[in-house]
């Protein structure tokens, strides 16, 4: 009986919770354009309560085999993301995913919060009929709730659902309004809505689009400090529509759109512009009928299989390629290596269930750290190649559903790596396999690939660049906090007994950006040696560096002559008020500046 009255108890306490907060407004649209149900939803949120809110929780419902592959929640005031978790909320229906959103401050009570939500939902479409012949078209049935799934009471809701063609073959309309028009099906406006409100939303529809799942995606990066960083990618594709029936025909494949169906024959990856060395195998061998081709940007390949994938067929292949460690591999300010990295499948539009990638660093490498853009498991591992003593230290990313692009991101790893460990390799070569050693050198420098041609060397000259371009944003970036300590000494002046230390101060300033004047003046000079056009709109960013530096020392040394003077307070904030809004107009050029110059490395 107690724990009766406990259960009881804790629901009234999540109940009241949840009313404290009212959706006013929640406008939802369901893009069902590809092979993932993307979500948005426009909601403002009121609290009704009488004491502040710091988190709101959303819901999503899914059918048996979805999965939640993103979930994001955007301030569309500010455009900060809020901190999203996974949680479990009382009373929520059986295949029910919610999140509880952190807000960026507590919503006091009476007050709105305008939030923006996105999902992405895989698995969602499902196959109706689960099989189709060559010729038919591929049908897939979307199931959701009619109204926002929600704890919480909704006082006006609208859903728009989006198809790939205006071919509907039904859809659910026993809750009025709703209307079609072409591609769009609109529902609501609806009033009233109650936390938890059940009512199936169902539409049957035709989606010709490819369902590209990748089972398994493996990406190994090796990192070798003498040569280039090497990068295998292994994949299992499955073509996850509705499955094959009755037999295949390649001359309706070949010369009917209709023989196509839901099939596809060929993939594209993209890859960074200096990618070279690549290759392409499955188990049979090497397939030489794909095409590449560059950019400044990047490196197309357009991928053919072997042959067409059809509903429920399924291929394995490997893609590999190498890049030069210039772009890739740096120092950071402690002594450490950091390798950036691309971090999902560079295939367009696919999804992954289940994707590892491995990061083997040279032997000899420690106290490894990723910087990862959304949450992965992370695990160790030890790899052994050729010449190895103790083996290469390797960094295992795990992550499942993974889309595309959502999570099309960089990632990056520091680790620590002495320079005697360098020569581990190279010492062992030479005290007993010298001339094999000599031979391996001489191979190296050959050049087996095509000749490199100019948009090779352009987009080679960039990411060279764009490093030289980053160590400046970085001086520029500890000049404004000197700036910071410099406008803080400034306030500190009240009166006579504050000036000495206010000196001391700006002498310390004016040292600390002589000093990084000085570590700019060589990356100056190689970014003019590459670029004269970058290198003025550099040298004219430091230009309006110095002059709000100058700007500063006068604001100070003004303060100085006022408070000596013996002035109030009030009667120094008057007199420097033009000066501090000459200053704080310097501040917001500069800002502009540097992010139109160096926005783009």
């Keep these: 009986m107690r724990r009766f009255f406990a259960i009881v108890a804790l629901l009234a306490l999540a109940g009241s919770a949840f009313a404290e907060i009212k959706l006013q407004q929640v406008d939802r649209k369901i893009n069902l354009n590809s092979q993932f149900a993307r979500i948005s939803e426009a909601v403002k949120a009121k609290n009704v309560g009488d004491k502040p809110v710091s988190e709101v929780v959303f819901c999503q419902l899914l059918n048996a085999d979805a999965v939640v592959s993103l979930y994001k929640v955007v301030n569309a005031d500010s455009k900060a993301e809020l901190t999203v978790t996974p949680t479990i909320v009382e009373g929520a229906p059986a295949g029910a995913a919610c999140f509880s959103a952190k807000l960026a401050s507590p919503l006091a009570a009476g007050d709105t919060a305008s939030l923006t939500v996105s999902a992405v939902l895989a698995k969602a479409q499902v196959p109706h009929p689960k099989e189709i012949s060559q010729v038919d078209s591929q049908l897939m049935r979307y199931k959701d709730n009619l109204y926002v799934l929600s704890p919480y009471a909704v006082s006006a809701q609208t859903t728009e659902v989006t198809t790939p063609t205006s071919t509907v073959k039904s859809y659910t309309d026993s809750e009025k309004p709703v209307s079609k028009s072409d591609n769009k099906i609109k529902y609501g406006k609806y009033d009233l809505i109650k936390p938890w409100t059940l009512q199936e939303l169902s539409v049957h529809f035709e989606n010709n689009k490819p369902f590209k799942h990748i089972l398994t995606y493996v990406k190994e990066i090796e990192v070798s400090h003498w040569g280039n ?32 169906a839901n099939s596809f024959r060929d993939l594209r990856a993209v890859l960074p512009p200096s990618a070279r060395s690549l290759y392409y195998v499955d188990l049979i061998g090497n397939i030489s009928s794909s095409n590449t081709r560059k950019t400044v940007q990047s490196t197309i ?136 050693f000599a031979a391996v050198i001489a191979y190296n420098r050959l050049e087996f690939t095509i000749t490199r041609d100019d948009k090779w060397a352009a987009a080679r000259d960039k990411e060279v660049l764009a490093t030289y371009m980053e160590q400046i944003a970085a001086a520029l970036e500890d000049e404004a906090s000197l700036m910071a300590g410099f406008e803080a000494a400034t306030r500190a002046v009240r009166d006579a007994e504050d000036v000495d230390a206010a000196q001391r101060k700006r002498a310390a300033v004016e040292k600390g950006c002589r000093d990084l004047e000085d570590k700019v003046k060589p990356l100056l000079a190689a970014v003019e040696s590459r670029s004269a056009r970058v290198a003025g709109q550099v040298r004219e960013v430091l230009e309006r560096a110095k002059a709000l530096q100058a700007r500063h020392a006068k604001q100070l040394s003004d303060r100085i002559d006022l408070v000596k003077k013996g002035s109030t307070m009030g009667e120094v904030s008057r007199k420097l008020a033009p000066g501090q809004d000459a200053l704080d107009a310097a501040r917001r050029d500069l800002k502009n500046a540097i992010e139109t110059v160096f926005g783009a490395y």
């Excluded at 292994?234 to 209709?258: D, P, Q, T, V, W």
């Design 229 to 260: 960083i090497y990068v295998e990618e292994r994949y299992e594709i499955k073509n996850a529509g509705a499955a094959h029936s009755g037999s295949f025909s390649r001359l309706k494949y070949a010369h009917s759109y209709n023989g196509k």
């Design 301 to 436: 390949v357009d991928i053919d299989l072997r042959y067409p994938l059809m509903g429920g067929w399924k291929v394995d292949f490997m893609l590999g390629y190498s890049v030069p460690l210039t772009g890739f591999l740096s120092h950071t300010k402690g002594g450490r290596r950091k390798l950036t990295m691309d971090l999902a499948s560079p295939l367009e539009d696919v999804f992954v269930e289940d994707m590892v990638v491995r990061v083997v660093l040279p032997e000899g490498s420690t106290n490894l750290k990723a910087v990862l853009p959304y949450d992965m498991d992370q695990s160790t591992d030890v790899k052994f190649t050729y010449l190895d003593t103790t083996g290469r230290p390797v960094l295992v990313l795990h992550r499942a559903n993974v889309a595309s692009p959502e999570h099309s991101a960089k990632f990056s790893v520091e680790y620590s790596f002495g320079a005697v460990s360098i020569l581990r390799e190279p010492l062992l070569l030479i005290s007993v396999f010298f001339c094999l």
